[in-house]
């Protein structure tokens, strides 16, 4: 008898997913049901399969969704994190299974004892960040604990990039996911964080220019600032007494000294709404901005309020993205400064057809072990192949079906809600992982405490 596998939503990271899962279809006796709002848009390789059924789906429509739920085996919600909880409402109440790559919500996290009474396994967090960093951060500190060893400092940076050979822009950057969430990232509260034993704290408007800098071998140099909250992962990874604890998003270096400059503009504001700005140029958004003169251009007012000199290299990457353009008109009406800055961006950073991204991902572990401060730098690359195989999709795909086999098949045992942290679901996942090519790369290091620099050569 086959079992049915659900898969809600089929956007930009299902590409390995889904083919991972139709590639083990008959030796595992599986059947793939595709579920999405747009279900024209699935590849036709996918949707021919003869293991693969795809159906229309509107999430919101009750009687259609719990239908799909109820005649699963296990489901993989791939929906916007905000809808997760309506899938998994569904699962407790029909006793299914469900696996998701998303944070897990306060309100996901409430239905824990429902699902453990159920015997169910509801598998978060298990993509790449949340997931990869997860499972390769606890690898490496379970076995320095097993050691006897004590976590001193744990330092982790994951960052969505464009391959060398694509890397076209002056920004070193396009988009490899959610556009949205790079034109918001940072707001919503100061960045806090541990550094030697005291509580740090960033706001805002000062993000973008406190950035952490570090070598990848192959790849060169890269910068880093900090994630929101840091200090969560204390209880996750049992680190209470750690003296360092910091989590951050990895760029290019420059890309955060010049995207600072959008920020201190007002364009990445997201709380109120701009009048009347269907057809409005490029150039007339950038005007809001900036202060009245009857006399001094658009550029010239600029470059006096971000004190930008003559032969600074931040200027020629505000003209790359057209922003003193007349001719380019913004199409939304009444958007909010970040949602029209991000159909800007979208104009030139959206990975052209042939375009390969880039997934970096690096951990610094410090710790003492029989009387020794030591250190562990563990780094990850993975490059996409195109468009629509790319790094981000199978770094967060891969995981999400590894993982759904497991569950199918009781190598995962653990009930209730979770995230990749315990040694039975880590370790096989990592291990199928490398014969996928994604690979870390471990370096043992002199322990330099917080903010080193890793030099690889």
């Known amino acids: ?68 739920i109820q005649s699963a085996t296990i489901v993989i919600s791939m929906l916007p994190a905000s809808l997760h909880i309506l899938v998994a409402k569904d699962c407790v109440g029909f006793k299914k ?66 391959a060398p050979e694509s890397d076209t822009n002056l920004w070193n950057y396009k988009f490899t996911w959610n556009p949205r969430n790079v034109v918001v990232a940072g707001q919503g509260g100061a960045a806090k964080f541990i550094q030697e034993g ?24 890269f910068e880093g600032y900090a994630n929101r909250d840091s200090l969560k992962y204390r209880e996750v990874y049992g680190l209470q007494d750690v003296l360092t604890l910091y989590r951050g998003t990895m760029r290019r270096v420059g890309f955060s000294k010049a995207w600072n400059m959008l920020v201190e503009l007002g364009m990445t ?17 950038t005007n809001l901005f900036l202060q009245y003169s009857p006399t001094d251009s658009v550029e010239l007012k600029l470059r006096h309020y971000l004190k930008i000199d003559q032969d600074d290299i931040r200027w020629a990457k505000l003209v790359e993205l057209h922003l003193f353009d007349d001719t380019k008109k913004i199409t939304l009406k009444n958007g909010t400064p970040a949602q029209i800055l991000q159909q800007i961006l979208e104009q030139s950073w959206t990975l052209d057809k042939n375009d390969k991204d880039m997934i970096v991902m690096y951990h610094k572990f410090g710790y003492s072990l029989n009387g020794e401060e030591k250190q562990i ?47 039975e679901v880590y370790e096989p996942i990592l291990n199928e992982l490398k014969e996928h090519g994604v690979i870390f790369n471990e370096f043992n290091t002199e322990y330099k405490g917080y903010n080193s620099v890793a030099e690889y050569s």
């Open 269 to 285: 504001d997201d709380s109120y709404t701009i009048e009347n700005s269907e057809n409005m140029s490029y150039r007339a958004f």
């Open 1 to 68: 008898m086959l079992r049915q596998i659900l898969v809600l939503g089929a956007g930009k990271s299902t590409a390995y997913l889904l083919d991972y899962l139709l590639g083990k279809a008959k030796e595992e006796k599986l059947h793939i049901t595709i579920a999405d709002l747009q279900p024209e848009n699935i590849a036709a390789s996918i949707a021919s399969h003869n293991a693969c059924t795809v159906v229309g789906l509107d999430i919101f429509n009750i009687e259609e969704r719990q239908k799909l």
């Open 198 to 221: 005291t509580y740090k704290y960033i706001p805002y408007n000062k993000l973008f220019r406190r950035t952490e800098f570090f070598d990848v071998k192959g790849f060169g140099r």
């Open 377 to 423: 730098d563990s780094n990850m690359v993975v490059l996409g192949k195109n468009q629509t195989h790319t790094a981000m999709a199978k770094t967060v795909g891969l995981p999400v079906a590894i993982a759904t086999l497991l569950i199918l098949n009781n190598k995962i045992t653990n009930y209730g809600v979770q995230i990749p942290i315990k040694k």
């Open 97 to 162: 299974h469900l696996v998701t790559a998303s944070y897990v919500s306060d309100e996901l996290m409430g239905l824990d004892k429902q699902v453990k009474e159920n015997k169910l396994v509801f598998m978060n967090e298990i993509g790449l960040d949340p997931g990869i960093d997860h499972m390769s951060a606890m690898q490496i500190i379970d076995d320095i604990r097993d050691q006897g060893g004590k976590m001193l400092l744990f330092e982790s940076f994951t960052g969505g990039l464009v």
